[in-house]
């Protein structure tokens, strides 16, 4: 009976906590684009790394601005957190080994309570997470539209990240909190003409315009050792639209080029429950859905008119579809004393592929495949060395993409069809293909990911 | 497109000098001209004075300005966009022991309309260099102070990023008739510009030095056009570079002192030396690597430095506090002189400026506690007069041989700001 009794007030306090987020989620979804980060590709922090993202009913310090802002609101004190992480690429496309552009990056991460008195005292914190790449503030590389290459890693994980947020803890068994993935787009036009000085002169104005995805979470402790999380994270691409206008001995040339969303990261919700039913051991499984239909592709939209001949590029259409995901993970405290702690952390999951693989491509060569992710890592933590603790953490992920073969159709009359190749001779289309994916598109591999850090709480 | 990139957290246009080095961040220093070195609001530190990061207490400053642009060329209205922008600021500093202070700031400014924009103008026409659209990019600066007794210093850095890298295109044919092709590949390195402060606090005197690095956005971008379609007459390859610094602001010099003669009246002033004359180029280099069936006539364009003058602006300020209602309540004007950096215009190109006599009121009032913070709010006005300059130059033949530029600025600041002290 009582067990009755306490899966009613479980269910009860979910579905009343959960209806204005669910609502506010499916908003969301439908809500107008806000890049990818490597926290969406391969976790937040040593620790997210370790446990393969299965962080969105456990985290409450500063990475959980990026998995569950609602968990910010169940942490204390302040929490600073600097982390390293590295990636290393054994992907395989058509023989060839596809590197990871800028594979190493460190991330920043702050929670902190907002000390207030009165009727918000203990219930408000603000978070700050942050990645950035050694060297530069991003590196954005759209591919010729032949390039064999997997769309999922390329060119997601070269970008500076920015998401501040704040939670609020409405009681102690819940809280919720809003974040803003924020970068910038760029629109204008370039214009190379002959000025009054009769030379060559260049008009540039590009408008450097804020974009932002909303992340947004909920997270639910019911009972002692239960935590439940509702998350959601807005798709957010990075817009790119430039008009290209010039005079090339009296020939106008004008080109408009359009990158709707470059390092793209879909819309996601994730679902996800913890149980800590020892002070030794937590447990943790997550099931994310990731809106990857909705992608307009990673390739440039060109429209161009040269003298006075008009051409378009076209990216081909249908060809990603929305992913499910699970995620696990595990931490173990197998050593507790008064000075130290150490524990180890282990997650495992499994996603499906962004890519249709029954649709047939033409000129493009994506590959993408399902993917299995594990992972491992151990956490060290020295209460009182410095601040209130000092916790130093490694972790490691393996992602592994299964192996992907399609064979390539090839035209045999013209007008060809869209997912055909064609030669360079209308009379004999099918002859002298040079596409590199002809005849058959293979590719397979996996990517490791490594990641050290420090936290200090205050 | 490609300069777009650049901008990504900073970015700029033309020229010159942002919203905050016009105006000054937030609205104490608006209404005292800037000349608030010595001392300025803690929470505005990281921009106004490093030096300052390290007083005791938490900070937080949200507020916004906006500047209305009456510019003149030949008393015909510039078409200039509002300055406006919000100001975030924060600060934290600690007492540690009897004799140190720590601690650390970051101030941002973030332009309503875009975070930034960047333009190359053709360089003949005529333009406002200190007050196009440079004012409209980000500033994001960061820094930590240490202060041990009377003496305090600090240094931190403004972020931006150059540009550079390449975009192809290629305009092909194959059996199934013509198609397009493209691929970028465009990089944002850091630039990171130094700011430094120093500061002596004897009490009721004090002095400050403070040095903000020079900024630009660093172009350096190639668009390639592979063209391949039977009968165009650009069939080949056509290379455009265009390369150039966007949005250059000066380093400044800044050495300031405070006074106060009696508990209720403070009296500030600075002086800042601006190096204008470093400034590169506000035009954009082009070059064309043509390998076609025709020979364009221009293949190449590079103007000149612009060989600007550095400047020294003397800045003056006085603060009288006095009590409304049982609660402080600072009351403030200033006055500041800026000379034109842009000299005689003898050649093609075609700036426009005059030297400026800029005055500023305001005032700030605690109000308080709430849910145990301080509260404070601030209100600025400023009001730049260009003195109407004429600029003719020595051939009629040039573009714009003639023209006259004046007009005036107005800028208006708010802020409120909570303290945990």
Redesign the interface.
């Known amino acids: 009976m009582q067990h009755v009794l306490w899966l009613r007030t479980v269910v009860h306090r979910l579905v009343r906590a959960s209806r204005p987020a669910a609502a506010a989620a499916l908003l969301l979804t439908y809500a107008p684009t806000s890049g990818a980060s490597v926290w969406e590709v391969f976790g937040f922090g040593p620790e997210g790394v370790a446990s393969v993202s299965a962080q969105a009913a456990t985290a409450n310090d500063g990475t959980s601005v990026f998995y569950n802002p609602g968990g910010l609101a169940m942490g204390r004190g302040t929490q600073i957190e600097l982390s390293g992480t590295g990636m290393l690429s054994w992907l395989e496309a058509q023989g060839a080994t596809q590197p990871i552009h800028d594979p190493a990056g460190g991330s920043l991460a702050v929670g902190s309570d907002v000390?207030?008195?009165?009727?918000?005292?203990n219930r408000l914190r603000v978070g700050f997470g942050a990645y950035a790449l050694p060297?530069?503030?991003?590196?954005?590389?759209?591919?010729?539209?032949?390039?064999p290459f997997f769309p999922y890693y390329d060119n997601r994980t070269q970008r500076?990240t920015v998401i501040p947020a704040v939670a609020v803890r409405l009681a102690s068994w819940i809280g919720v909190g809003v974040g803003a993935n924020v970068?910038?787009g760029?629109?204008?036009p370039?214009d190379?003409?002959?000025?009054?000085?009769r030379?060559?002169?260049?008009?540039?104005?590009?408008?450097?315009?804020?974009v932002a995805g909303w992340v947004a979470g909920l997270r639910v402790a019911p009972v002692p050792g239960l935590d439940l999380a509702l998350a959601f994270r807005q798709r957010f691409g990075v817009p790119?639209h430039?008009i290209?206008t010039?005079n090339?001995?009296?020939?106008p040339?004008r080109?408009d080029?359009d990158?709707a969303e470059a390092l793209y990261d879909p819309a996601v919700v994730v679902v996800a429950g913890a149980v800590q039913p020892s002070d030794r051991v937590r447990l943790e499984l997550d099931g994310s859905w990731s809106r990857w239909s909705a992608w307009r592709g990673p390739?440039?939209s060109?429209?161009?008119t040269?003298?006075a001949?008009s051409?378009?590029?076209h990216s081909p259409e249908g060809l990603f579809r929305d992913t499910w995901a699970v995620r696990g993970a595990g931490h173990w405290w197998f050593a507790k004393s008064a000075n130290a702690q150490l524990g180890t952390i282990a997650g495992a999951g499994y996603e499906t592929s962004m890519l249709d693989t029954s649709a047939r491509q033409g000129?493009t060569n994506f590959i993408d495949g399902p993917k299995l992710m594990v992972g491992a890592g151990t956490v060290a933590h020295f209460p009182g060395l410095i601040g209130r603790a000092l916790s130093l953490s490694v972790g490691a992920q393996w992602q592994r993409v299964a192996a992907t073969v399609q064979d390539k159709q090839v035209?045999t009359s013209?007008?060809?069809a869209p997912d055909t190749l064609?030669?360079?001779?209308?009379?004999?289309?099918g002859e002298g293909i040079s596409n590199p994916g002809y005849p058959t598109l293979r590719g397979h591999g996996g990517v490791f990911v490594l990641s050290v850090g420090a936290r200090v709480e205050l | 497109m490609l300069a777009g990139f650049a901008a990504m957290l900073a970015g700029t246009r033309t020229s010159r000098a942002t919203a905050p080095l016009l105006f000054g961040y937030g609205p104490q220093s608006t209404a005292l001209a800037q000349s608030d070195i010595e001392s300025p609001d803690p929470a505005a530190s990281a921009y106004t004075n490093p030096a300052s990061a390290c007083e005791p207490g938490t900070r937080l400053l949200a507020g916004h300005a906006y500047a209305w642009t009456d510019l003149t060329i030949d008393d015909r209205a510039m078409p200039l966009r509002g300055i406006a922008g919000t100001d975030l600021a924060f600060q934290l500093g600690r007492r540690i022991g009897r004799r140190w202070q720590l601690g650390g700031a970051v101030a941002a400014h973030l332009p309503d309309e875009s975070l930034a924009q960047i333009s190359f103008r053709p360089g003949s026409e005529p333009s406002f260099v200190r007050f196009e659209p440079s004012p409209q990019r980000a500033v994001a600066d960061a820094v930590l102070a240490a202060r041990y007794a009377a003496l305090s210093a600090g240094a931190g850095v403004s972020v931006l990023a150059d540009a550079r890298g390449d975009v192809g295109f290629l305009l092909g044919q194959d059996g199934n008739g013509t198609y397009a092709d493209g691929a970028t590949n465009v990089e944002l390195p850091y630039r990171l510009a130094p700011l430094v402060g120093v500061g002596v606090d004897l009490g009721p005197v004090g002095i400050a030095g403070r040095f903000r690095g020079a900024q630009a956005v660093g172009l350096d971008l190639a668009t390639r056009a592979d063209v391949s379609v039977t009968g165009n007459p650009l069939n080949g390859t056509t290379l455009v570079t265009v390369a150039g610094q966007s949005g250059y602001v000066p380093a400044t010099w800044d050495i300031g002192a405070r006074w106060n003669p009696s508990r209720e009246l403070r009296l500030t002033g600075a002086l800042q030396l601006a190096r204008w004359s470093r400034a590169p180029s506000n035009t954009a280099e082009v070059t064309m690597a043509v390998r076609l069936g025709l020979s364009p006539g221009q293949i190449e364009a590079r103007f000149v430095r612009p060989s600007l003058r550095d400047t020294v602006s003397p800045r003056c300020g006085v603060t009288w506090t006095a009590r409304l209602a049982d609660r402080p309540v600072d009351l403030r004007v200033g006055y500041a002189y800026s000379p034109s950096p842009v000299p005689e215009q003898t050649g093609l190109t075609s700036w426009a400026d005059a030297p400026a006599h800029i005055i500023g009121v305001g005032t700030g009032v605690e109000l308080g506690q709430a849910w145990g913070i301080a509260l404070r709010a601030d209100l600025a006005a400023q009001l730049w007069m260009l003195r109407e300059r004429t600029f003719d130059k020595p051939s009629e033949v040039l573009p714009f041989a003639h023209y006259r530029a004046g007009g005036r600025l107005f800028d208006l600041s708010a802020a409120m700001e909570a303290a945990w002290r």
């Open positions: 000390p207030l008195e009165g009727p918000l005292a060297s530069k503030l991003m590196r954005l590389q759209m591919r010729p539209g032949t390039d500076l970068l910038a760029v629109s204008g370039v190379v003409r002959e000025g009054q000085s030379g060559l002169e260049t008009l540039l104005q590009q408008d450097v315009r804020t790119f430039v290209t010039a090339v001995a009296g020939v040339l080109v080029v990158t390739l440039l060109i429209d161009t040269v003298s001949l051409l378009a590029s000129r035209c013209v007008p060809c064609v030669g360079p001779d209308t009379d004999r289309p």
